[in-house]
């Protein structure tokens, strides 16, 4: 029996800080090398996530700089060893101001400075699962969604959620950046996309285009 070139993979999702972001473990079957995206925090909860899968860590990956998603990593990056990717480099004002932030939201933060900053084109690899990487500012500069077409599914960070999109109030956050993001760089990936977001539960591209109200009126469909 030929092996298929396409890796089979898996996904936990592990609810982190009191924001309750949905920090991923990723991992490719095939080598059970993975990736931990977006560590903002309960590091204690992602270590046994990790541990339950029987998969051993190669990266740590940030789709952008605000705490609940990043203010974790510097700590796991040197508990595991591992290389943080990610995100674009215009969100490095966040990263540099991890700690002050969790002052305010009175959690734990440490400022990272990412190994390996993200760009449009660039690729990110999972054991033998290639990511595609897409630039999608308006939530926050730097804002970056990893996409894998041969296994139809995206990890788009806080751009687009079931039935909303980023909140665009914070530093740097920009409401027609993000409108532009979502219409010139998700929707034409196709309907057919899965999707995990920052927060609340997964979604296709095809049930927002269809479904989610800040699309509607927005000439995007």
């Not at 990056?77 to 480099?89: A, F, I, K, N, T």
């Not at 660039?122 to 041969?150: K, N, R």
């Amino acid at each position: 029996m030929k092996e298929s070139p396409v890796p089979d993979v898996s996904a936990t999702i592990i609810p982190v800080t009191p924001f309750q972001q949905n920090c991923t473990l990723l991992w490719c079957e095939k080598t059970k090398k993975a990736a931990v995206v977006d560590p903002g925090g309960d590091l204690d909860r992602i270590r046994e996530a990790i541990a339950q899968a029987g998969v051993t860590v190669e990266k740590i990956i940030l789709t952008h700089g605000h705490i609940d998603h990043a203010g974790g990593a510097a700590e796991l990056r040197e508990d595991l060893g591992v290389p943080v990717e990610g995100p674009h480099e215009a969100d490095r004002f966040l990263l540099e101001r991890l700690a002050e932030q969790g002052q305010v939201y009175g959690f734990p933060a440490r400022a990272v400075t990412p190994d390996r900053w993200l760009n449009e084109g660039d690729t990110v690899t999972v054991g033998d699962l290639t990511l595609e990487v897409l630039h999608c500012p308006g939530h926050s500069p730097g804002s970056v969604v990893l996409v894998s077409p041969s296994q139809r599914f995206a990890l788009v960070g806080d751009v687009l959620f079931q039935g909303s999109v980023g909140r665009v109030d914070l530093p740097g956050g920009d409401g027609k950046a993000l409108i532009a993001s979502i219409k010139d760089k998700l929707l034409p990936l196709g309907d057919d996309i899965a999707f995990i977001c920052g927060h609340g539960p997964m979604s296709t591209i095809g049930q927002e285009r269809q479904t989610n109200p800040f699309l509607q009126g927005e000439g995007l469909l």
